[in-house]
């Protein structure tokens, strides 16, 4: 009782603080893994001596859990700086990857700039090999093309490149290694170009997200870049239940971008609403193809724009439905340890599977009731062992997770998170929450540091 009163005084100062600082379109802009970067990249705009696109005309694109990249001008040229380097990212509380990414991120840190804009980006190597970049879809000269020894030489360990061009397109494009093994490591980052006359109709909610795959033995952190079976799969990085859910504000119009740089095509699905089709790595689609639907696929290499009006409330799945997408690798909770027995209804493999996953912050396994006789069932257990409920757990519980339900990270595997459908009231709530975060950035650090 007591607790339920402080919490509504609490939330009663957060409504009233927020209705004081910001109007709901910024607040819709601030629900990003990384406010700091977000609020810099404004900052820049703001700067921005040759404003000739008036403010509103678009919103920025978030990229949850990937910061966007700053830049600085050089009179009229924004100027941006990326350090390709080995990434720490814990994808999930009981998983670490040794990727390569961006600027201490994987994927990359999110350009965006203007259509029309110039843009010089000093890319530098801090690997311990030979790379390039790639301006995946955009229309470059050929000597900014990032191919090795075709269009460029390739940029040693320790040197920088520069690339310059004009971007006169608009849409979702991407930034890769031009080097396969080096983007299934996970060199890749979005580079958004927003239109010079505004998309209509305008939207209210704008994410993007990229789709990557790693195949990763337990006990180990390096993904096998030549594996064609991937036991991780990842938005922006992370796998579901650490995946930030997209929160928007009920009677909203919300676009996602999606970008797909690995083995396989992920069809995309959405529930509880259907959605059109407005663009792809070429672009804007004129209206008269968008049609409705709830899955996209989004095949290797690229990227796909779909929008929807948010109609209905609720805490909305999106994800992958390839089966094995929807999975998290189980195996990585065993580490170096065996359970005893192959019976996996035994007490003994239970209370096992107990002891391993609290060590991770694991509040539960097993959470769905299973059958007296359930060991007699051909083909049981299926899911029953994978629902692990992490709902506390580092990295899971952040303001975008705010008054879900109890054990709400137990049905959330692998390529996956919700869109997060919320009436005024709650979403103001979760927005001065995300604006007042002490630590918006999950775990994350580079080598050496
Ligand atoms: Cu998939």
Same mark, same amino acid.
């Not at 955009?138 to 030489?153: A, H, M, T, Y």
């Not at 983007?183 to 997200?209: C, K, N, R, T």
């Not at 409705?292 to 929008?307: D, F, H, I, Y």
């Not at 595997?413 to 997060?420: C, E, H, K, L, S």
């Given at each position: ?66 910061? &966007? ?62 790379? *390039? ?34 971007? $006169? ?35 209210? $909610? &704008? ?117 094995? $997408? %929807?999975?998290?690798? %189980? %195996? &990585? ?17 239970? *209370? ?37 409920? %992490? ?36 979403? &103001? ?9 002490? *630590? ?10």
């Amino acid at each position: 009782m007591s607790s339920s009163r402080r919490n509504f005084f609490q939330n009663a100062a957060i409504y009233g603080a927020s209705l004081l600082g910001l109007n709901s379109r910024l607040g819709a802009a601030t629900n990003s893994g990384a406010p700091q970067a977000n609020e810099k990249h404004s900052a820049h705009h703001h700067a921005l001596p040759t404003r000739k696109v008036e403010t509103h005309a678009h919103i920025p694109v978030l990229t949850p859990d990937v910061p &966007d990249l700053p830049f600085t001008l050089d009179g009229a040229t924004k100027v941006f700086h990326l350090r390709a380097e080995p990434v720490k990212r814990k994808i999930v509380p009981f998983k670490t990857v040794d990727a390569w990414g961006y600027n201490g991120s994987c994927p990359g840190p999110t350009i965006q700039v203007n259509q029309g804009d110039r843009v010089r980006i000093h890319v530098e190597n801090a690997l311990p090999e030979s790379t *390039s970049m790639h301006w995946h879809g955009l229309e470059v000269p050929i000597e900014q093309d990032g191919v090795p020894f075709i269009s460029q030489k390739p940029i040693a360990p320790g040197e920088t490149y520069t690339y310059e061009f004009t971007v $006169h397109q608009e849409g979702t494009f991407f930034y890769h290694a031009h080097s396969a093994m080096q983007e299934m490591i996970g060199l890749i980052g979005l580079f958004i170009a927003h239109p010079q006359s505004p998309y209509v109709p305008h939207a209210d $909610h &704008d994410f993007g997200i990229v789709l990557q795959e790693w195949a990763i033995l337990p006990n180990n952190s390096v993904p096998n870049t030549a594996s064609m079976e991937f036991n991780w799969l990842t938005f922006n990085g992370l796998s579901a239940p650490s995946v930030t859910p997209l929160v928007v504000r009920l009677g909203s119009r919300v676009r996602l971008r999606f970008v797909n740089l690995g083995m396989d095509h992920h069809p995309i699905h959405l529930h509880g609403h259907q959605f059109v089709i407005t663009g792809t790595e070429g672009g804007r689609a004129p209206e008269s193809t968008w049609y409705p639907t709830n899955t996209v696929l989004v095949g290797v290499a690229q990227s796909k724009v779909v929008e929807f009006e948010a109609k209905y409330p609720g805490d909305w799945m999106i994800h992958c439905h390839l089966p094995h $997408h %929807m999975m998290n690798s %189980m %195996m &990585d909770l065993l580490r170096d340890r065996q359970i005893q027995t192959a019976d996996t209804t035994d007490p003994r493999a239970l *209370s096992q599977m107990e002891t391993l996953a609290r060590g991770i912050g694991v509040e539960h396994v097993h959470h769905s009731p299973i059958a007296e006789n359930a060991n007699s069932i051909p083909g049981f257990p299926q899911d029953a062992f994978m629902e692990m409920s %992490m709902d506390n757990a580092p990295g899971v519980s952040k303001p975008q997770t705010h008054g879900l339900p109890v054990n709400w990270s137990a049905g959330m595997m692998g390529m996956m998170t919700m869109v997060r459908v919320l009436r005024d009231k709650q979403y &103001d709530e979760v927005q001065s929450l995300i604006r007042n975060q002490k *630590s918006p950035q999950p775990e994350e650090h580079r080598h050496g540091s």
